[in-house]
């Protein structure tokens, strides 16, 4: 009787899951390079910008812009008065700054927030843009808003009532059953102070000072 080479089927056996292994484990591996190699080439780029608009006073405008493009970053700082002199003061940012300051404007809803109507034709306008380009993927947003202490910390709820085609008139059990939403917003309020931190303390005293000369001029 023939005795059946389970030693010899063992090892083929061993071996063919070791191939299989290996070529599941290259594919795989080959596959997570090649994601890497396509970040690493991939263009990224990431610009944020402030702009203030003045209605009344020496200062007409404001700028405040973060650019890194592809690990090179700088802040420029924007201030002009209302006779069309125009001051820009630039700062080579070192390090990961600016994706630091991309990260915590995230957090805060810089992809989320909505332009907000003027109050008054009087209020400060605040104007934020956003534009980033990373793995092939990009977009870019503006929104728009006055006042941001007042949507912090002021603004209050908002009502809605659903009046009867046939009774427009709403009656006091309509005004005591009205339906409310906060309409308060502190983020607004967070992305001015992101911009208006951001910087070394020089970047921070040149600021104060350019201000300061167009308020004397």
Same mark, same amino acid.
Request: charged share 25%; net charge positive; no cysteine.
């Given at each position: 009787? &023939?005795?059946?080479? +389970?030693? $010899?089927?063992?090892?083929?056996?061993?071996?063919?899951?070791?191939? *299989?292994?290996?070529?599941?484990?290259?594919?795989?591996?080959?596959?997570?390079? =090649?994601?890497?190699?396509?970040?690493?080439?991939?263009?990224?780029?990431? &610009?944020?910008?402030?702009?203030?608009?003045?209605?009344?006073?020496?200062?007409?405008?404001?700028?405040?812009?973060?650019?890194? /493009?592809?690990?090179?970053?700088? $802040?420029?700082?924007?201030?002009?008065?209302?006779?069309?002199?125009?001051?820009?003061? #630039?700062?080579?940012?070192?390090?990961?700054?600016?994706?630091?300051?991309? #990260?915590?404007? !995230?957090?805060?809803?810089?992809? %989320?927030?909505?332009?907000?109507?003027?109050? *008054?034709?009087? #209020?400060?306008?605040?104007?934020?843009?956003?534009?980033?380009?990373?793995?092939?993927?990009?977009? &870019?947003?503006?929104?728009?808003?006055? /006042?941001? =202490?007042?949507?912090? !910390?002021?603004?209050?709820?908002?009502? =809605?009532? +659903?009046?009867? &085609?046939?009774?427009? *008139?709403?009656? %006091?059990?309509?005004?005591?059953?009205?339906?409310?939403?906060?309409?308060?917003?502190?983020?607004?309020?967070?992305?001015? $102070? /992101?911009?208006?931190?951001?910087?070394?303390?020089?970047?921070?005293?040149? +600021?104060?000072?350019?201000?300061?000369?167009?308020?004397?001029?």
């Amino acid at each position: 009787m &023939r005795r059946f080479p +389970v030693n $010899a089927f063992i090892a083929i056996l061993a071996l063919v899951f070791a191939v *299989t292994g290996w070529q599941l484990y290259a594919r795989n591996e080959a596959a997570r390079l =090649h994601a890497v190699d396509a970040v690493r080439s991939s263009k990224s780029y990431i &610009r944020l910008t402030l702009t203030v608009a003045y209605p009344r006073g020496r200062i007409a405008t404001e700028r405040y812009q973060l650019v890194d /493009d592809n690990g090179k970053s700088r $802040a420029t700082y924007t201030v002009g008065d209302r006779t069309g002199t125009i001051a820009t003061f #630039d700062e080579v940012i070192t390090g990961y700054d600016v994706a630091f300051a991309f #990260d915590e404007l !995230v957090r805060d809803g810089i992809w %989320e927030l909505n332009t907000k109507h003027p109050r *008054t034709f009087e #209020d400060v306008k605040y104007t934020v843009s956003i534009e980033q380009t990373a793995q092939g993927q990009s977009g &870019r947003r503006t929104f728009s808003f006055t /006042d941001p =202490h007042y949507w912090a !910390v002021t603004a209050g709820r908002q009502y =809605h009532i +659903v009046l009867n &085609r046939k009774n427009p *008139t709403p009656s %006091e059990a309509d005004l005591l059953h009205l339906e409310s939403t906060a309409v308060a917003e502190p983020r607004y309020a967070k992305i001015v $102070a /992101d911009f208006e931190a951001f910087g070394s303390p020089a970047f921070h005293r040149t +600021v104060a000072a350019a201000r300061a000369k167009l308020l004397r001029s």
